[in-house]
């Protein structure tokens, strides 16, 4: 199987040679693609000497048509990973222009496409850098970020390149995304909720949807029927998932619930509001009439009703807890008739991040625990347990 490895002019291209090794034992054929501020940094000779392969360097050289070398190579790759991926190239992907051989690989390529960012931290925060990351994940493209650490420019925040290990998981995930899920319909919760006190103020917590948007994105990649209920969020919801925006627990409540009779897996990774103003003020409360203590009335508890109402489902809840993780888990495991309970503990600040740590417990038994290991990656082994008790279910019933 043939990759296609982009690497862009950055202090960090060298750390491309330790990718590009472990693929190759991974088993799979690299094809390097430098591009000319990558090759500053870095010589095509290493590369070469190192994967035993040529390595392409431009557009245009004499006695070869490279013009439609890259039409063929974007045929023949399964996915195209740039690693480091600067500034300049996000851009240029996300505005579709083709100046280099890269970039014109990129659009002329049909194959999974994979970017390892790395840069100055004010670079990776700038507005335009934001706006395209955000357009080429929209596009389904997948994203190692950087990590946060000190940088060549000798500033420290986010920006540095991911370890090479993430990067090459990352990789051979998106190779091999694992069992198909086509015919199931699989319904993700994600994000918080809000609930208002008045026009102005409103009751709410830490969640970014990260982990809810990945579980969207790693059963559509697999060809599952996904529908996916979120909280506010910042994120784009993935291609092809059918999403409902709510904003209150109530409003999720009816959203999932209307759902859930034709769903085969569930998995409630949304922070739900436990308590909600008990009343609304459709006035803003003045400063003078401010009540010194708020009234709350506990919200419905929606995945311990979809455990009560339970048939066929796959029911997958989480648990946020910042300390005796896995007893309170268990609990709730038990309580909400679940089948599979994620627990990570959130005392550590995980909220917004792409990377977590978690302990999953199925009712049968199994327990796994992923570490520091991107959201995605996190999803796709949260469906492959979920397919397990699936099929010991259906194995079950079959024997009895
Ligand atoms: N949940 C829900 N409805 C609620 C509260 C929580 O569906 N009103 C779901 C969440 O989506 C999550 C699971 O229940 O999958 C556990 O949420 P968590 O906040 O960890 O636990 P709680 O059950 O709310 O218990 P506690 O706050 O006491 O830890």
């Not at 506990?298 to 005796?324: S, W, Y």
């Not at 992923?370 to 082994?381: C, D, V």
Request: a positive charge; one cysteine or more; glycine letters at 8%.
């Amino acid at each position: 199987m043939k990759v296609g490895l982009g690497v862009t002019g950055c202090i960090a291209a060298y750390k491309a040679v330790e990718v590009m090794r472990g693929l190759q034992k991974a088993g799979l054929t690299v094809q390097v693609i430098l591009t000319g501020s990558a090759r500053r940094f870095i010589a095509p000779l290493t590369f070469e000497a190192l994967s035993g392969q040529p390595v392409i360097t431009g557009m245009f050289r004499l006695g070869m048509n490279r013009s439609i070398e890259h039409i063929q190579l974007a045929q023949e790759i399964r996915l195209l990973a740039v690693v480091p991926a600067t500034a300049n190239i996000l851009a240029k992907f996300a505005q579709g222009i083709a100046d280099d051989f890269l970039s014109t690989l990129y659009l002329s390529c049909p194959a999974p496409v994979l970017l390892a960012p790395a840069m100055n931290v004010e670079m990776w925060r700038h507005p335009a850098t934001c706006r395209n990351v955000e357009i080429l994940r929209e596009r389904g493209h997948f994203f190692v970020d950087p990590e946060i650490g000190s940088l060549a420019c000798g500033l420290e925040g986010a920006g540095k390149l991911a370890g090479v290990d993430r990067i090459v998981a990352a990789i051979l995930a998106a190779l091999h995304p694992g069992e198909s899920m086509k015919a199931l319909k699989v319904l993700v919760t994600a994000g918080p909720t809000v609930e208002d006190i008045d026009p102005v103020r409103f009751l709410s917590n830490r969640s970014s949807g990260k982990m809810g948007f990945a579980v969207a994105q790693a059963a559509s990649q697999r060809g599952a029927e996904v529908f996916l209920v979120s909280g506010p969020t910042r994120l784009s919801p993935p291609p092809g998932v059918h999403t409902t925006e709510v904003r209150t627990s109530a409003e999720m409540k009816a959203a999932v619930l209307s759902l859930y009779p034709r769903m085969d897996i569930v998995v409630k990774a949304a922070a739900v509001a436990d308590y909600r103003p008990a009343e609304f003020s459709e006035k803003k409360i003045k400063k003078d009439h401010a009540p010194a203590v708020l009234s709350l009335v506990p919200t419905d508890d929606i995945l311990a009703q979809l455990g009560a109402l339970k048939n066929e489902q796959v029911l997958v809840g989480f648990a946020a807890e910042t300390g005796d993780l896995l007893a309170q888990a268990r609990r709730k495991l038990v309580r909400k008739n679940l089948d599979i309970i994620v627990a990570n503990d959130v005392s550590s600040g995980v909220f917004g991040s792409d990377i977590s740590t978690i302990t999953a417990l199925s009712s049968g038994g199994e327990t796994l625990t992923i570490e520091n290991r991107s959201k995605l990656e996190i999803a796709h082994q949260i469906l492959d347990l979920a397919l397990r008790v699936r099929a010991a279910r259906s194995g079950a019933a079959a024997g009895s």
